[in-house]
């Protein structure tokens, strides 16, 4: 209840403004409040609820409703930037013809903008993701481990928005990488098994050398995660449930962890290293980047992480930084452990990116 309360609250706030600035009259008001109605639904109706997200109709809801958080995002951010306009050209005659363009033409450069701003992002999201090269530098790193190629899949969230045909695109660019080893770092799938088999079956591609392994994210959690790890192991992949495997790579050892994700409900995250064989170098999986204290702790050298998408579009591109700095996107330190955040291979919830890219990872293992 207090969830719904809240949501309510900001929602009628938004309304509000955006009324009071946007539309005059009845009409303009109900039509203006339609998409305030699609956002609100789904998580006050759905989430933490035992109601199906499955058949044509609650696909079509949650699909109105992500479509409408992008667009009233992109619009609460162009009526903001039009009224502090306004306040800035309010102040002396030379600005005056100024101020009534911009309170004449606000408005429809404000509802234009903001349709285009959905448009490009909608492109950016279904173009498919782009190879993001990174260099992982380590001290006294093992000679046959120079040059160690990872490709690193994450949140590509297999249902509404990604399909099978986006799938074999990312299957593809990542074999053509020839990696050594795949880090599948959780939020893969966001639906049921029944469903989401056909869509996911591309993914077997990548792990049919044994170079596959996979770590549970929240949403992994919410589709039915002990079905999933299941699955994934039935197409070829390793699945680190709070546990490590240890690689050969020429005369060197390359050790890999994974943690489950705080959605997991049989365990909590956690992992330790004590008893575990020596290894020239120490990788851990965790799909939420707020793990790095674990992994730092337990004497990891690198973790690669997902889940905040860097915000995908703005102005969240902004907000998730209160949330996950210093992990955000990207490389950064926890202690002297390496931490990589990838943007995401895929989108959640709205299909747009806009501020961000949906990324394809290759992170090679250098020599500090």
């Not at 899949?153 to 099978?164: M, T």
Request: hydrophobic share 50%; aromatic share 8%; glycine share 10%.
């Amino acid at each position: 209840m207090s969830f719904a309360l809240a949501i309510t609250a900001l929602l009628g706030a938004a309304y509000a403004y955006l009324a009071a600035r946007l539309v005059g009259g009845t009409i303009g008001a109900v039509l203006l409040a339609a998409p305030f109605i699609c956002i609100w639904i789904v998580p006050v109706m759905y989430w933490g609820s035992p109601r199906s997200r499955e058949g044509f109709f609650a696909r079509l809801v949650h699909r109105a409703s992500y479509l409408s958080m992008a667009w009233v995002s992109f619009v609460l951010v162009l009526t903001l930037a039009r009224d502090l306009l306004l306040v800035a050209t309010h102040w002396g005659a030379p600005l005056a013809a100024t101020h009534a363009w911009v309170a004449s033409a606000g408005v429809p450069v404000v509802f234009g903008g903001s349709l285009a701003a959905m448009a490009l992002g909608a492109a950016a999201a279904f173009r498919g993701p782009r190879v993001e090269s990174v260099d992982i530098a380590l001290p006294d790193l093992h000679p046959d481990l120079d040059g160690y190629r990872i490709v690193q899949i994450s949140d590509l969230h297999i249902g509404p928005n990604i399909g099978r045909r986006y799938v074999e695109r990312v299957v593809a660019k990542a074999r053509a990488l020839k990696p050594d080893l795949i880090a599948l770092t959780g939020d893969i799938v966001d639906g049921p098994i029944a469903r989401l088999a056909p869509d996911v079956a591309p993914l077997a591609e990548l792990a049919r050398d044994g170079k596959a392994y996979f770590v549970l994210g929240n949403h992994d959690c919410y589709a039915g995660a002990d079905v999933w790890v299941e699955h994934f192991r039935s197409l070829g992949m390793h699945v680190l449930l709070n546990s490590h495997e240890m690689i050969g790579h020429g005369r060197a050892r390359l050790l890999v962890g994974g943690v489950v994700d705080p959605a997991y409900r049989r365990t909590r995250p956690q992992i330790s290293l004590q008893g575990a064989p020596l290894a020239d170098v120490r990788l851990l999986l965790a799909h939420n980047p707020r793990l790095a204290p674990l992994g730092a702790a337990a004497g990891f050298d690198l973790q690669l992480s997902g889940h905040t998408h860097a915000g995908q579009f703005f102005p969240w591109t902004l907000a998730v930084r209160l949330v996950h700095a210093p992990h955000v996107a990207g490389l950064s330190r926890e202690g002297r452990m390496t931490v990589y955040v990838s943007a995401g291979t895929g989108t959640w919830g709205p299909p747009v990116r806009f501020g961000t890219h949906p990324e394809l990872t290759l992170l090679r293992l250098v020599r500090a």
